[in-house]
């Protein structure tokens, strides 16, 4: 049950950053640089939170999701605990990966 209510959270709050991701990198009501956006939003604290909130809900929407489908599968139901564990150490690594990625992020001078 609790992957049940971990997949419809991912996903509100996916709908709420990609919303928010296509209005400001692919709809802008200005002509769009991209160097420039990624550059400024970057560069911005509150924009650096937003992204690793970003990457947290896609990965744990994605991780949940293939371990739903794959534990659909009865020869590989028995094998639940050795997937799950591998979900999560595959999800801490890609956070934490990705969290380096954009904290390292410096402006140019």
Request: hydrophobic fraction near 60%; aromatic fraction near 12%.
């Amino acid at each position: 049950m609790r992957i049940f209510q971990m997949q419809r959270i991912s996903a509100i709050a996916l709908l709420v950053f990609l919303g928010i991701h296509m209005a400001v990198m692919h709809y802008p009501p200005w002509e769009i640089d991209f160097r420039t956006v990624v550059i400024e939003r970057l560069s911005s604290p509150i924009w650096k939170v937003i992204d690793i909130a970003f990457l947290f809900f896609v990965l744990m929407h994605a991780l949940t999701g293939a371990y739903v489908v794959l534990t659909d599968i009865q020869r590989v139901n028995t094998y639940k605990r050795v997937l799950a564990g591998a979900a999560i150490v595959l999800g801490i690594a890609g956070f934490i990966y990705g969290t380096a990625t954009i904290m390292a992020f410096q402006p140019p001078v």
